[in-house]
């Protein structure tokens, strides 16, 4: 593979309900901490489940040149601005003066913005007819004009992060953003590596930002039995691979990392941070909201990015260990998943499946939906810089069905140098990535 293919990491940021900055959701990941508490949004007292890992004492604008451009965001789009700024200071790229922002494009997995549920429900309540037992749309739009804000309506748009995010830097590449459930960050990152070894661009912000934590978001889930419901217990509730798992926690954040061209970032001076050599992705075919029990589609994902990355899965490097030294689990806390994960790395890596660490911080921040697989693709880079591994909460009554190495409850030194990245999403989306350390 020649240096113009090779894509590297120069910059990275994220915006979680353990912090909003590298270090300190570092420290407090590999220390344990959680950040699940009870929900305050919204009165959600009521719920099955009234707890999340909401993001705290974040402002937005300290991390943006001019507020007022942005005033209408939503929270998704003020979450990446913030990991963005992160990661776009790091990459030092402000300082380059030879940057042609019409070679500097974006990939996002983004999820939709939050509605305005007080404004929605006054228009839907003056437009009701009683008689019919419909709404009347003229009234509804009559309504809407007293009670909707258009420009609150256009920022619940998906794609509303990348553009403001292009706006606030000037970027004028290709602009693309996926909504591919649980999955989407992690797709965007790799399809954002594909287009920079076609020689679309140079240099892709990508990664992913999403909130469910709301009133709608909360009550789908909630009707899909997918979240816990230990409110007596929520500290504790996530408990991926436990065997007393009853389901996930709802998170919400952003992850963003800068992906160059190994020729760029040369040409700059820049320093990788690592290298991206692997992606895979697969459809399972089956179920909208089950993954298929054997694992095929997992499996395929793992399969197509350990061949691209040029790894066999059942080889052992130097120190006698597997070529894949840590993997990031997706790892929700549901009964099916971390079963089906589990099965699907057994099935990929045979004898050395017991032998690489995996573990899944949805444990200590929720599942961030669709930014799941951005924080946890940097939490990978973090792990290779600092030699550690953060652990799995909760994980205190082992599955004798999952017998895995799943790093129980206490972060681990050890040799880190490549790492393996999952994301599973409703609708039977699979995307995995790998990192590896950057060497010349």
């Known amino acids: 593979?020649?240096?113009?293919?090779?894509?590297?990491?120069?910059?990275?940021?994220?915006?979680?309900?353990?912090?909003?900055?590298?270090?300190?959701?570092?420290?407090?990941?590999?220390?344990?901490?959680?950040?699940?508490?009870?929900?305050?949004?919204?009165?959600?007292?009521?719920?099955?489940t009234n707890f999340a890992a909401q993001v705290r004492d974040y402002d937005y604008n300290q991390y943006v040149n001019e507020p007022?451009?942005?005033?209408?965001?939503?929270?998704?789009?003020?979450?990446?601005?913030?990991?963005?700024?992160?990661?776009?200071?790091?990459?030092?790229?402000?300082?380059?003066?030879?940057?042609d922002r019409r070679r500097v494009g974006i990939y996002l997995g983004a999820g939709e913005g939050v509605l305005d549920i007080d404004r929605y429900s006054k228009t839907n309540l003056a437009s009701w007819d009683e008689t019919a037992g419909a709404v009347d749309a003229v009234k509804w739009i009559e309504a809407a004009h007293e009670y909707m804000d258009p420009w609150l309506e256009i920022e619940q748009e998906p794609n509303m992060p990348a553009a403001h995010i292009a706006r606030e830097y000037g970027l004028r590449g290709p602009v693309y953003n996926c909504l591919t459930a649980c999955a989407a960050s992690?797709?965007?990152?790799g399809?954002?590596?594909?287009?920079?070894?076609?020689?679309d661009a140079d240099v892709m912000v990508s990664g992913g930002t999403h909130t469910m934590l709301h009133v709608l978001g909360v009550t789908g889930f909630s009707r899909l039995t997918a979240l816990s419901t230990r409110n007596d217990d929520y500290k504790s509730a996530a408990r991926p691979f436990d065997r007393?798992?009853?389901?996930?926690?709802?998170?919400?954040?952003?992850?963003?990392?800068?992906?160059?061209?190994?020729?760029?970032?040369?040409?700059?001076?820049?320093?990788?941070?690592?290298?991206?050599?692997?992606?895979?992705?697969?459809?399972?075919?089956?179920?909208?909201?089950?993954?298929?029990?054997?694992?095929?589609?997992?499996?395929?994902?793992?399969?197509?990015?350990?061949?691209?990355?040029g790894i066999d899965p059942h080889a052992l490097d130097d120190d006698g260990l597997p070529l894949i030294h840590y993997i990031s689990a997706h790892g929700t806390g549901t009964k099916e998943n971390d079963a089906i994960e589990t099965r699907a790395v057994k099935k990929v890596f045979g004898e050395n499946a017991s032998r690489i660490p995996i573990s899944s911080i949805k444990s200590m921040m929720g599942h961030l939906i669709a930014a799941a697989g951005a924080v946890e693709m940097i939490t990978c880079v973090m792990a290779i810089r600092n030699q550690m591994i953060p652990p799995t909460l909760n994980l205190h009554?082992?599955?004798?069905?999952?017998?895995?190495?799943?790093?129980?409850?206490?972060?681990?030194?050890i040799k880190v140098e490549t790492c393996l990245s999952n994301s599973f999403g409703f609708g039977g989306q699979n995307d995995t990535v790998i990192v590896t350390r950057f060497q010349e």
């Open 1 to 48: 593979m020649s240096d113009q293919k090779r894509i590297v990491i120069t910059g990275m940021g994220w915006v979680t309900p353990l912090g909003h900055d590298l270090e300190t959701v570092w420290s407090r990941l590999t220390n344990g901490e959680s950040g699940i508490a009870r929900i305050d949004r919204f009165q959600a007292e009521s719920f099955p």
């Open 191 to 199: 399809e954002a590596t594909s287009m920079l070894k076609r020689g």
């Open 244 to 309: 007393t798992r009853d389901g996930f926690v709802m998170g919400e954040g952003s992850g963003i990392v800068i992906l160059e061209t190994l020729d760029h970032a040369q040409q700059r001076g820049a320093q990788p941070l690592a290298e991206i050599i692997g992606y895979g992705s697969s459809a399972d075919a089956y179920r909208i909201t089950d993954m298929h029990p054997e694992g095929e589609g997992p499996g395929g994902a793992i399969a197509q990015a350990l061949d691209q990355a």
């Open 397 to 413: 009554h082992p599955d004798p069905d999952l017998d895995l190495d799943y790093v129980p409850n206490e972060s681990r030194q």
């Open 186 to 189: 992690t797709q965007a990152i």
């Open 68 to 99: 007022s451009v942005h005033a209408t965001a939503g929270d998704h789009t003020r979450f990446a601005l913030g990991a963005a700024r992160q990661a776009w200071d790091q990459s030092c790229l402000s300082a380059y003066g030879d940057l």
